[in-house]
């Protein structure tokens, strides 16, 4: 029996097809495909430009320094951002040359607690950096309310929610820059890759040109997608601009293979997203009834979760570990995940010291969290195996008790 896996990749004819037009047309760096994903993207979060870039992280990176750069922002900067997150978030707050301070979470929702967010504001403080972890939109309105307050701008880490909404809007529009991954276990997948998104046209010209090299040509004609045809811009200056480096740079793109799986993907995106939504549905109808255990996801009704994974926390760990309940599933073919352990990273402990005690929450969900799979690849058989397991484990345990 195949593992229950808790990511998954749909290559469906549409993907092979898009691919292979890409490798018949000889390009292979970016070109048609890869603006039409960034478009495409964009659109489907109500922003103006996507920003296609080689990762999750370097997309956060870049959004990071885009900011940095418009805002002159220093090194004593700080950033907010969540105490439960994929290391990439805060990772890349620090690669920009800034601070991450941290936030505890909401118990229930794992997101940023925005009743904690006031007190970590020092006159140091430039940003928020909401998380919409596993799917669920945060407290936008709150985050905005607050960055309204104190003049700080919101970079949105939507790497694991394409397409959640928040009161009715997508997420990555209510930020001034956001990053998204697409590696595999994301919602939707380049391979590997990422999106960065914005409404702003000077974010956009800065991220653009810092994803390939520090270039002065921004102009998404020249720059890459269409250099057969002549810009008169180009030769204007002394160098051609598309040669002329104005910042220092990196090499962050992706390529035509890329794009393509990308536009294949965002034309699957709805059966891939309410295939999360019902598979959710069922794991949350199917373990309803063992809710004094485990904490099922919760959330608000103005909102659409868009289930990356599926979180599962113990409430009594006295019962029973996580390490138990975790090793019992892994024995039985289906995968699991840590719920994204940060503060105590070997890494984080070297920089940061022993500071997970002072975010309890976060303590709590790092002791007793973990996911399993709830994506578009999963069959009703597998998805019920998950709750019989999981009952499995329980009677058993209850039984020992
Ligand atoms: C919340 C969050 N931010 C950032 C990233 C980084 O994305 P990537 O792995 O594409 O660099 C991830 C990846 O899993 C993530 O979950």
Redesign the pocket.
């Given at each position: 029996m195949n593992k229950i896996g808790v990511g998954y990749a749909l290559i469906t004819d549409l993907e092979k097809k898009y691919v292979n037009m890409a490798l018949d047309s000889g390009r292979l760096s970016p070109g048609p495909f890869v603006q039409k994903f960034e478009k495409k993207f964009a659109e489907m979060h109500k922003q103006k430009y996507g920003i296609a870039c080689n990762?999750?992280?370097?997309s956060?990176h870049v959004a990071l320094e885009a900011l940095k750069e418009k805002y002159s922002w220093d090194q004593n900067s700080e950033v907010l951002v969540p105490a439960i997150?994929?290391i990439?978030?805060s990772n890349a707050v620090m690669h920009a040359g800034m601070k991450p301070v941290f936030v505890d979470v909401d118990s229930r929702t794992y997101n940023i607690d925005t009743k904690l967010i006031e007190e970590k504001i020092t006159e140091n403080t430039v940003a928020i950096m909401p998380?919409h972890?596993f799917g669920q939109p945060c407290e936008m309105d709150s985050i905005v309310k607050i960055a309204t307050k104190y003049g700080l701008k919101i970079v949105e880490?939507c790497?694991?929610a394409h397409f959640a909404v928040y009161k009715g809007r997508p997420v990555a529009s209510f930020s001034n820059i956001a990053?998204s991954?697409?590696?595999v276990?994301?919602t939707i997948t380049t391979g590997?890759?990422?999106v960065i998104t914005t409404d702003d046209t000077n974010l956009a010209e800065i991220a653009r040109s810092l994803i390939a090299h520090g270039r002065a040509c921004t102009c998404e004609n020249c720059i890459a997608y269409n250099s057969k045809q002549v810009c008169k811009l180009r030769m204007q200056t002394e160098m051609d601009r598309r040669f002329m480096m104005i910042r220092l740079g990196y090499s962050y793109r992706i390529g035509e293979l890329e794009g393509a799986l990308g536009v294949a993907q965002l034309e699957n995106k709805d059966f891939i997203i309410n295939t999360r939504k019902a598979n959710a549905k069922i794991l949350t109808d199917g373990l309803k009834d063992v809710e004094q255990y485990l904490q099922l996801p919760y959330y608000p009704e103005y909102v659409e979760h868009s289930f990356m994974m599926y979180p599962l926390v113990i409430k009594d760990d006295k019962a029973f570990t996580r390490n138990e309940i975790v090793k019992y599933l892994e024995q039985n073919n289906i995968e699991t995940r840590p719920m994204?352990p940060l503060l105590n990273q070997p890494i984080y402990k070297e920089i940061f010291g022993d500071i997970e005690k002072d975010y309890p929450v976060a303590q709590w969900i790092n002791n007793n969290g973990f996911y399993v799979g709830c994506h578009h690849g999963l069959s009703k058989e597998e998805l019920n195996m998950i709750i019989k397991t999981i009952h499995a484990f329980l009677e058993n345990r209850i039984k020992d008790k």
């Open positions: 990762s999750g992280t370097s956060l997150t994929f990439a978030t998380v972890t880490d790497a694991e990053g991954s697409t590696y276990a994301h590997i890759g990422g994204l």
